[in-house]
Nanobody, 121 residues
Framework: QVQLVESGGGLVQAGGSLRLSCAASGSIFSINNAAWYRQAPGEQRELVASITGGGPTNYADSVKGRFTISRDNAKNTLYLQMNSLKPEDTAVYYC???????????????WGQGTQVTVSS
C-alpha cells in the first residue's frame, strides 16, 4: 500500500521559514510528477508548486521567489521550502504525487493527509 505522509508544519511568525516534507512509502516502482497544494478555511484547494519527474518546476504567482519545491528521488521524498512567510500563507498544505506501484504497475495519483501551517502577524 502506497502512502504519502507530510511533516514539518507548525506555527511561525511572519517573515519566518518552514520546510515541509512529504515522504512516500510502500511498494513503489516510480514517482512521476508531484505537487504541493494548500487549502485555507473557507477557500478552495489551490496549487502552490509542482515538479515534474525530470525536475522542471512551476509556482503559483503568490509564492514565486519565496517557496522552493524539490525532490530527493533516492528517498522518495518531496520538499517545500517556505521563506518570508506571510499570514495569508496560513492553510493546510497537502502533497500529491503520481506513483506507479510495484504491485499494479498502474499510475495513480496519491494524496497526503495534510499538515497545518499557521503564520502569525
Amino acid at each position: 500500500q502506497v502512502q504519502l505522509v507530510e511533516s514539518g508544519g507548525g506555527l511561525v511568525q511572519a517573515g519566518g521559514s518552514l520546510r515541509l516534507s512529504c515522504a512516500a512509502s510502500g511498494s513503489i516502482f516510480s514517482i512521476n510528477n508531484a505537487a504541493w497544494y494548500r487549502q485555507a478555511p473557507g477557500e478552495q484547494r489551490e496549487l502552490v508548486a509542482s515538479i515534474t519527474g525530470g525536475g522542471p518546476t512551476n509556482y503559483a504567482d503568490s509564492v514565486k521567489g519565496r517557496f522552493t519545491i524539490s525532490r530527493d528521488n533516492a528517498k522518495n521524498t518531496l520538499y517545500l521550502q517556505m521563506n518570508s512567510l506571510k499570514p495569508e500563507d496560513t492553510a493546510v498544505y497537502y502533497c500529491n504525487a503520481e506513483i506507479v506501484s510495484r504491485q499494479t504497475l498502474f499510475l495513480k495519483l496519491y494524496w497526503g493527509q495534510g499538515t497545518q501551517v499557521t503564520v502569525s502577524s
